[in-house]
């Protein structure tokens, strides 16, 4: 359950041209553009788009781009030497200016449309035509596909300016969420959880924009002051950004009969998807309706564990709509995500996100999003009555396999090769009711301590003599159980500090280094970078007195720190 380790390759990309010759636009080459484009991706006004799979987009380049970091570990993964982050030419690309990009890359990038469905209940009304047609990557544009030691990557600019899909928005990020995500996707990673992965981030040294945000020690629940932020662009790259919400889409045209290509608009994307995501698991001998039983049962699998990842490490993604959930069975989208501090399994950090995008209720979501995939499916095996049973078996088996998955993965946090049910519904009532801080219990139960004055380091409020003989009990029963393992408690130990992280993400330590980047200061970004680089790991004394912490007192109910709005 930790991050994978591999040997990078030496780097041997070191200028923009070398880069370029890695492109490989297999989605604009093998799916259709939307007939209504423009030719050239001047196309940024919020419109309807009613067929194709992408629309063509010119970046809006921000102004006066500034290097503010890098992903050195990823940088080596694809053979990029480190020095191409700070060229000019490549600045200005992963900045949003394509006019010099060099052959064989377009000089345009492309956005694409999805539909809405929240908690598995299809929705229209965020669409600003109220029809669907208009919802999709409003400030989100991929620049780049290509191929980089034999594995495929997409690379898409967040907050390249607008698109036909921006709902009339200005199409930016601001600084904030742009560090936010740009160490978030990281530190997943590292914790070796599927997620997409962090290429570069620049700042405008000259161009800002207004958001609704915190003031100063505001414990309100919304934004209270409007604040002027320096625009940025991150890059973001995965296997594709093909989402559960975009499959649905074309489901949803051929439902509806929007128009005559629909039925098959949808065949192409769903083996565009196999193609990009699945392909060296799905036979391409099989038949397609074969492959698209396949198709579901290793989502579900995919879908499944990541569930199980993100409740181990403590993440919340807080908007988990069909939308955000990467049809190849990854972590997507950091907009109100946040960790577990202080444990409560409806925790959730987004104002608007309610009890059902909550801690624990991740299960019940991504079942909704797997309900959504195999509803945009149906329409394909139609005529194959045999393949239609066969995925209505997949989407009933989908609660079985989620909760095995994530009753394996409580075993493993717990350093037990079986799931004890009795033993685990008692620890969360204690966790509840003594307010535990999540990552320090759960690393601090991997040294198996006799008695609980060392897990007392977790403990946000004093505990009474009850308290205490209630907790022993339940590690007396634990530690009972652990010595009926084959392992012994040297090996269970390190295999649980493998498997329950020492450092976590906490806001109150990760807003000063955006705060500071404002002011044009990026060292709080690379100590964290180093931080979230081995969370598993015994890191330097004054790091583990800085970031080994409880959250202070001060911290809790406040406003950009313990919730947020969505405003990026």
Not at 126 to 148: K, L, W
Not at 248 to 260: C, G, K, M
Not at 528 to 550: H, N, T
Request: aromatic residues 12%.
């Amino acid at each position: 359950m930790t991050a994978p380790s591999s040997t990078a390759p030496q780097p041997n990309i070191s200028d923009l041209a070398t880069f370029a010759k890695a492109v490989d636009y297999s989605l604009m080459e093998q799916l259709t553009p939307d007939p209504d484009a423009t030719a050239d991706g001047h196309d940024h006004y919020a419109r309807q788009v009613f067929s194709g799979h992408y629309v063509p987009v010119k970046p809006t380049a921000i102004a006066n781009a500034n290097y503010v970091s890098h992903s050195q570990a990823f940088f080596a993964q694809l053979g990029l030497a480190d020095a191409l982050a700070h060229d000019a030419n490549f600045r200005q690309l992963f900045s949003g200016d394509l006019s010099n990009a060099p052959a064989p890359m377009k000089r345009f990038g492309w956005a694409t449309g999805y539909a809405l469905s929240i908690y598995g209940t299809e929705y229209t009304q965020q669409c600003p035509f109220h029809t669907g047609n208009g919802y999709g990557d409003g400030r989100a544009m991929s620049i780049f596909e290509g191929v980089f030691n034999g594995q495929r990557y997409e690379m898409q600019l967040k907050g390249g300016g607008p698109t036909p899909y921006c709902r009339g928005a200005d199409g930016r990020a601001v600084l904030r969420s742009s560090v936010r995500e740009f160490l978030a996707q990281e530190y997943m990673h590292n914790l070796g959880v599927p997620s997409s992965r962090s290429l570069t981030l620049y700042v405008s040294k000259s161009e800002t924009v207004s958001r609704p945000w915190y003031s100063s020690n505001s414990y309100s629940a919304d934004p209270d002051v409007m604040v002027e932020n320096p625009v940025a662009i991150s890059t973001r790259v995965a296997p594709s950004f093909l989402r559960v919400g975009q499959i649905e889409l074309f489901a949803r045209r051929v439902r509806e009969n929007t128009h005559s290509n629909a039925f098959a608009e949808l065949k192409q994307i769903v083996v565009h998807l196999i193609a990009r995501e699945y392909q060296t698991e799905i036979d391409a001998n099989l038949e397609f309706n074969q492959q698209i039983i396949e198709l579901a049962k290793l989502f579900r699998v995919r879908l499944s564990k990541l569930i199980a990842n993100w409740l181990r490490v403590g993440y919340c993604q807080g908007n988990f709509n069909s939308d955000n959930c990467a049809a190849g069975g990854f972590t997507l989208d950091y907009g109100p995500f946040g960790f577990c501090e202080a444990f409560d399994p409806e925790f959730q950090p987004w104002t608007g996100g309610g009890k059902h995008f909550s801690f624990f209720n991740q299960p019940a979501a991504a079942e909704a999003n797997f309900h959504m995939l195999w509803t945009a499916l149906r329409p394909l095996l139609a005529q194959d009555e045999q393949a239609l049973a066969q995925l209505d078996d997949v989407r009933r088996g989908f609660k079985d396999e989620i909760q095995q998955q994530c009753q394996s993965m409580w075993a493993t946090k717990l350093g037990l090769s079986e799931f004890p049910p009795e033993l685990f519904s008692q620890l969360m009532q204690l966790m509840i009711q003594t307010k535990v801080d999540y990552t320090i219990f759960f690393r601090e139960l991997s040294h198996i301590p006799n008695d609980i004055s060392s897990l007392k380091k977790s403990f946000y409020l004093p505990t009474s003599a009850e308290q205490d003989k209630q907790w022993q009990h339940w590690l007396d029963q634990w530690l009972n159980l652990l010595a009926n393992e084959k392992q012994d408690l040297k090996t269970i130990a390190s295999n649980m500090k493998r498997t329950n992280p020492k450092y976590t993400w906490r806001e109150w330590l990760v807003a000063p280094a955006y705060q500071q980047a404002m002011q044009g200061d990026y060292s709080l970004i690379e100590e964290l970078k180093q931080v979230f680089s081995d969370p598993y790991g015994e890191q330097a004394k004054a790091i583990e007195e800085k970031y080994y912490r409880l959250r202070p007192q001060e911290y809790f109910h406040a406003g950009g720190i313990s919730h947020y709005s969505c405003s990026s």
